[in-house]
């Protein structure tokens, strides 16, 4: 579905006159989800804001709950993109967690797909990949009507590497609920959802459907996306899924013209336009996922993550208001390219926060991070960090989207009682064979 027309108005305001100072934009009018109750359901009739609060939430430091955008300037930082309509964006190094530039980051806003990131961190893990499902009616109960589909059928059986390979490559609701089905039901999710949500200290969020269909109350923000983009990228399964660009889907079971039983597969590519490209937009350079969404009430949606020179970048944006094909992917490739000038340069804004739990936690890395394995570390081991080449993944998956073997990947701790990130993260080998933009 599309997103309705919208009038964007902007004005520029001088909010420091210290020696890095910052540059406010009024945000764009739109229509926005009321923002979630957290200890009650929220009500489909609160009426919903047309701006973002004066004050949104501090986490991650007090300039990311303010409107507008927050840059640090100085000399040798490049300008920030004059054309960039989206209601929410952050760019941010996903190594250190800097938050390099931001635009109402933590606007609590309809997030569309984009939920699905949450969804697979929290899911991924407990089934491996080789599990078989046979899908009965009511694992396929309760989707909204017009929902994306990868074409799931009653009565097949698909392993659980079909299935997240619907999830991310065609943004499959029907995929998200048999996995959750598999996950002993929608409810149970949601529950799920919401408290690894709270774990990731990404209180923006509020969860209702697991598919980020739109639903009365459900929000979240580019802050919060790009924790659930980070903590998913330290999983060696949602590297692979999200940086697949066309894969074999297995299709119905019939029979052929001389009466035998085939069941014969069909190819899916990814929606997301950075990673396989479209007539009007190239796969941009160093690119290796993450996610994207469109809804009527949340427009275009999207995380992505990029390494370039060795510096790797997460970028965030919600809902632009200039209503071109692939705007979304516009704005963040601009994004993108701002971040990888200015990242070294342009002193941070804020932080990504670690999950509450690392506090908490020994200095040891997880065993692994693939599905079914533990849920936190990336599950590759050693210390060098050079690449090798990739290969084709499983079940059909080919061409530039796998993440596949490096001869190791260097967790390290970061300072005090803080976040376990694989540092070196093995990327796919897609973001090696492209070459940089200038």
């Given at each position: 579905?599309?997103?309705?027309?919208k009038?964007?108005?902007?004005?520029?305001?001088?909010?420091?006159?210290?020696?890095?100072?910052?540059?406010?934009?009024?945000?764009?009018?739109?229509?926005?989800?009321?923002?979630?109750?957290?200890?009650?359901?929220?009500?489909?009739?609160?009426?919903?804001?047309?701006?973002?609060?004066?004050?949104?939430?501090?986490?991650?430091?007090?300039?990311?709950?303010?409107?507008?955008?927050q840059?640090?300037?100085?000399?040798?930082?490049?300008?920030?993109?004059?054309?960039?309509?989206?209601?929410?964006?952050?760019?941010?190094?996903?190594e250190?967690?800097?938050?390099?530039?931001?635009?109402?980051?933590?606007w609590?806003?309809?997030?569309?797909s984009t939920?699905?990131?949450?969804?697979?961190?929290?899911?991924?893990?407990?089934?491996p990949?080789?599990?078989?499902?046979?899908?009965?009616p009511?694992?396929?109960?309760g989707?909204?009507?017009?929902?994306s589909?990868?074409?799931?059928?009653?009565?097949?059986?698909?392993?659980v590497?079909?299935?997240?390979?619907?999830?991310?490559?065609?943004?499959?609701?029907?995929?998200?609920?048999?996995?959750?089905?598999?996950?002993?039901?929608?409810?149970?999710?949601?529950?799920?959802?919401?408290?690894?949500?709270?774990?990731?200290?990404?209180?923006d969020?509020?969860v209702?459907?697991?598919?980020?269909?739109?639903a009365?109350?459900?929000?979240?923000?580019?802050y919060?996306?790009?924790?659930?983009?980070?903590?998913?990228?330290q999983?060696?399964d949602?590297?692979?899924?999200c940086?697949?660009?066309?894969?074999?889907?297995?299709?119905e079971?019939?029979?052929d013209k001389?009466g035998?039983t085939?069941?014969?597969?069909?190819?899916?590519?990814?929606?997301?336009?950075?990673?396989?490209?479209?007539?009007?937009?190239s796969?941009?350079?160093?690119?290796?996922?993450v996610?994207?969404?469109?809804t009527?009430?949340?427009?275009?949606?999207?995380?992505g993550?990029?390494?370039?020179?060795g510096?790797?970048?997460?970028?965030?944006?919600?809902?632009?208001?200039?209503?071109?094909?692939?705007?979304?992917?516009?704005?963040t490739?601009?994004?993108f390219?701002?971040?990888f000038?200015?990242?070294?340069k342009?002193?941070?804004?804020?932080?990504?926060?670690?999950?509450?739990?690392?506090a908490?936690?020994?200095a040891?890395?997880?065993?692994?991070?693939?599905?079914?394995?533990?849920?936190g570390?990336?599950g590759?081991?050693?210390?060098?960090?050079?690449?090798?080449?990739?290969?084709?993944a499983?079940?059909?998956?080919?061409?530039?989207?796998t993440?596949?073997?490096?001869?190791g990947?260097?967790?390290?701790?970061?300072?005090?009682?803080?976040f376990?990130?694989?540092?070196?993260?093995?990327?796919?080998?897609?973001?090696?064979?492209?070459?940089?933009?200038?």
């Amino acid at each position: 579905m599309s997103a309705p027309k919208k009038t964007a108005g902007r004005s520029l305001l001088v909010t420091s006159a210290a020696a890095l100072s910052s540059l406010a934009l009024t945000a764009p009018v739109a229509l926005a989800a009321p923002s979630p109750s957290p200890s009650a359901s929220p009500s489909p009739s609160a009426s919903p804001s047309a701006t973002p609060p004066a004050k949104m939430s501090g986490v991650g430091g007090s300039r990311l709950g303010q409107a507008g955008t927050q840059v640090n300037l100085a000399s040798g930082v490049p300008v920030l993109p004059k054309d960039i309509t989206a209601r929410s964006w952050i760019v941010t190094d996903a190594e250190s967690g800097d938050v390099l530039a931001s635009h109402n980051a933590h606007w609590r806003l309809p997030p569309a797909s984009t939920m699905k990131m949450l969804f697979a961190d929290t899911v991924l893990p407990k089934f491996p990949r080789t599990e078989k499902h046979k899908v009965v009616p009511s694992d396929l109960a309760g989707m909204g009507a017009g929902s994306s589909l990868v074409g799931i059928k009653e009565g097949e059986t698909y392993t659980v590497h079909d299935l997240w390979l619907g999830v991310f490559l065609r943004s499959g609701n029907d995929a998200v609920h048999v996995l959750s089905a598999m996950n002993k039901g929608v409810a149970k999710t949601v529950t799920e959802m919401n408290e690894h949500a709270e774990e990731l200290q990404a209180l923006d969020t509020h969860v209702v459907s697991p598919d980020g269909y739109d639903a009365p109350g459900q929000v979240s923000s580019a802050y919060d996306l790009t924790l659930f983009a980070r903590s998913g990228l330290q999983k060696k399964d949602f590297r692979e899924y999200c940086s697949t660009v066309t894969a074999k889907f297995p299709g119905e079971t019939k029979k052929d013209k001389k009466g035998k039983t085939v069941r014969k597969s069909f190819e899916i590519q990814n929606t997301d336009r950075l990673l396989s490209g479209d007539y009007d937009i190239s796969q941009y350079p160093g690119i290796a996922g993450v996610k994207n969404g469109n809804t009527t009430n949340a427009g275009a949606t999207f995380t992505g993550v990029a390494e370039r020179g060795g510096r790797v970048l997460l970028v965030t944006v919600m809902n632009p208001s200039k209503e071109e094909h692939n705007e979304v992917y516009k704005e963040t490739a601009k994004l993108f390219d701002w971040g990888f000038k200015a990242a070294g340069k342009v002193a941070p804004v804020g932080e990504l926060v670690p999950p509450k739990g690392t506090a908490r936690s020994s200095a040891q890395p997880e065993a692994s991070g693939e599905a079914g394995g533990g849920s936190g570390g990336s599950g590759d081991s050693g210390a060098s960090t050079k690449p090798v080449a990739s290969a084709t993944a499983d079940g059909g998956s080919r061409g530039m989207g796998t993440a596949l073997a490096i001869t190791g990947g260097l967790l390290v701790l970061l300072a005090g009682a803080a976040f376990l990130v694989n540092r070196r993260w093995p990327l796919p080998d897609l973001v090696r064979r492209r070459s940089s933009r200038p």
